[in-house]
Structure formats: structure tokens, C-alpha cells
């Protein structure tokens, strides 16, 4: 298994804001696309048939202040569900982490690592807010997503020619 970087990864991914600023080397910044509240009566059964998702309720986002190009939200302690502008397609060989961002936790709100596969229509995630209080702002990066992959495939092509040559030569024990 090997990281993917920054670059790569964001080729994976649809909807961002800025690449400049949510690409790193080997991560790349998630943006808050909508945040909802949930209605606390979903159902989970054994076999999938009763199953009902909680239903979801746009939270309000509001300006702060008249020249304010974005709104913000203003969440109470409680859970709600996250949905990122960004989606995420993977090739086969390949799995995602998604994290929340450090800010984020240091505003008391958070949400579990998750492990992505597949091609997702929508990135999204269930937020906590354990403080009394915390504000989010349209587009702000609250999480990051790292992409990783294992064996060969159609992804583990990429890097130079010559760096592979060199390392299958190494392993032929050619020089």
C-alpha cells in the first residue's frame, strides 16, 4: 500500500474550491458544502428491509456581516450531517481516508475517520458539535481526505519511467 500525493489524489476528485489551497502533498483540503439537522427517528433492522434513514433538514446559514460574500452556520451542541462540495471517484486498487481538520477540533466539533471505496456521488459525513457552540462558514475546509493504493492496477502507473526501470532491474538483479 502507498500514498497517493496531494496532486494525484485531487485528480480524483470533483467540486473543489480552490486546488491552490486544498491540495497538499499528501492530502487534499474538503470544503462544507451544506450542513442539515437530523430527525432523530431513523431505523436500522437486521435485514435491511425496515431500514429508514433520518431525515434531513437544511440548516439556515446566515451573513454576519453586509459585505460577508459567504454565510455562516451557526450550530448548537448536537449531531448533524456534512456534505462536502467535493466528491471523490476511486480507481479499484484504491481507498480513501477521510479526517476532519484540526481546526475543526479545536472548535470542539468533529467527525470519525472514515475509510471511502468506490465512486461516490456525494462526500459526506455525520459532524458532532460536543461545545456549546460552534460557527462554520460556507466553503470552509473542515476535513481532508488522503488516497492510498494497493497492488497493481490501472493507478499504479504513475510516477517516472526511469525510476522504474531502475527498481525492476533491481529486481532482476541487473545493474
Same mark, same amino acid.
Given at each position: 500500500m502507498e500514498p497517493v500525493s496531494g496532486?494525484?489524489?485531487?485528480?480524483?476528485?470533483?467540486?473543489?474550491?480552490?486546488?491552490k489551497y486544498q491540495v497538499h502533498g499528501y492530502s487534499i483540503?474538503?470544503?462544507? /458544502?451544506?450542513?442539515?439537522?437530523?430527525?432523530?427517528?431513523?431505523?436500522v433492522d $437486521?435485514?435491511?428491509t425496515e431500514y429508514a434513514a433520518s431525515a434531513r433538514v437544511p440548516v439556515a446559514s446566515l451573513r454576519r456581516n453586509r459585505e460577508d460574500k459567504? #454565510?455562516?452556520?451557526?450550530?448548537?451542541?448536537?449531531?448533524?450531517?456534512? #456534505?462536502?462540495?467535493e466528491s471523490l471517484a476511486l480507481e479499484l486498487n484504491e481507498f480513501a481516508i477521510l479526517e476532519?481538520?484540526?481546526?475543526?477540533?479545536?472548535?470542539?466539533? $468533529?467527525?470519525g475517520t472514515s475509510f471511502l471505496r468506490g465512486q461516490g #456521488?456525494?462526500? #459526506?459525513?455525520?459532524l458532532v458539535v460536543g461545545t456549546m457552540n460552534?460557527?462554520?462558514?460556507?466553503?470552509?475546509?473542515?476535513?481532508?481526505?488522503?488516497? $492510498?493504493? $494497493?497492488? *497493481?492496477?490501472?493507478a499504479a502507473t504513475t510516477g517516472s519511467g526511469s525510476a522504474k526501470k531502475k527498481? *525492476?532491474? /533491481?529486481?532482476?538483479?541487473?545493474?
Open positions: 496532486v494525484d489524489g485531487a485528480a480524483r476528485l470533483r467540486g473543489m474550491i480552490s486546488p483540503d474538503l470544503t462544507a /458544502k451544506q450542513i442539515y439537522a437530523l430527525d432523530p427517528a431513523g431505523q $437486521f435485514g435491511g459567504y #454565510e455562516w452556520w451557526d450550530l448548537s451542541r448536537g449531531t448533524y450531517m456534512l #456534505e462536502f462540495n476532519p481538520d484540526d481546526r475543526l477540533m479545536r472548535c470542539g466539533a $468533529f467527525h #456521488e456525494r462526500l #459526506e459525513t455525520l460552534v460557527h462554520i462558514k460556507q466553503n470552509a475546509r473542515v476535513s481532508r481526505v488522503r488516497v $492510498f493504493r $494497493f497492488g *497493481a492496477g490501472p527498481a *525492476a532491474k /533491481k529486481r532482476s538483479g541487473k545493474r
